[in-house]
C-alpha cells in the first residue's frame, strides 16, 4: 500500500485549498482513511476521518470549514480546506487503516499566512 498526498501550498488566511491522496496497492473506499497534521512543535493529531462505517467525523477546530471525500472511481481522497486560519499551518498526512495496520503518505505542508 501506499499513499501519495499532494495540494499543498502557501495561501492567505481565509483562503482554500484542496488536498488530494491517491493510493496503490488498496482502495479507499473499503477502509477507514483520514487526514491529520503535525504543526511544528506539537504531535500528529488527526483532522478529519472517514470511519469504516462510512460516518465522517471533524476535530473541533475544522468543523464547518474543512470537507473529508473521496472518490472510489479516481480511488482519491480529498481534503477541501476553507477559510483557512494561521493555525492551520502543519504538515498534512493522509492515513488509510487495513487489516489493522495504519499505513500514512508522506505529507504535504499547508502554510497559512496573514
Known amino acids: 500500500v501506499q499513499l501519495q498526498a499532494s495540494g499543498g501550498g502557501l495561501v492567505q488566511a481565509g483562503g482554500s485549498l484542496r488536498l488530494s491522496c491517491a493510493a496503490s496497492g488498496t482502495t479507499f473506499g473499503l477502509n477507514a482513511v483520514g487526514w491529520y497534521r503535525q504543526a511544528p512543535g506539537k504531535q500528529r493529531e488527526v483532522v478529519a476521518r472517514?470511519?469504516?462505517?462510512?460516518?465522517?467525523t471533524y476535530a473541533d477546530a475544522v468543523k464547518g470549514r474543512f470537507t473529508i471525500s473521496r472518490d472510489i472511481v479516481k480511488n482519491t481522497l480529498y481534503l477541501q480546506m476553507n477559510s483557512l486560519k494561521l493555525e492551520d499551518t502543519a504538515i498534512y498526512y493522509c492515513?488509510?487503516?487495513?487489516?489493522?495496520?495504519?499505513?500514512w503518505g508522506q505529507g504535504t505542508l499547508v502554510t497559512v499566512s496573514s
Open positions: 472517514i470511519n469504516s462505517d462510512r460516518s465522517a
Open positions: 492515513n488509510l487503516v487495513k487489516n489493522r495496520k495504519a499505513y
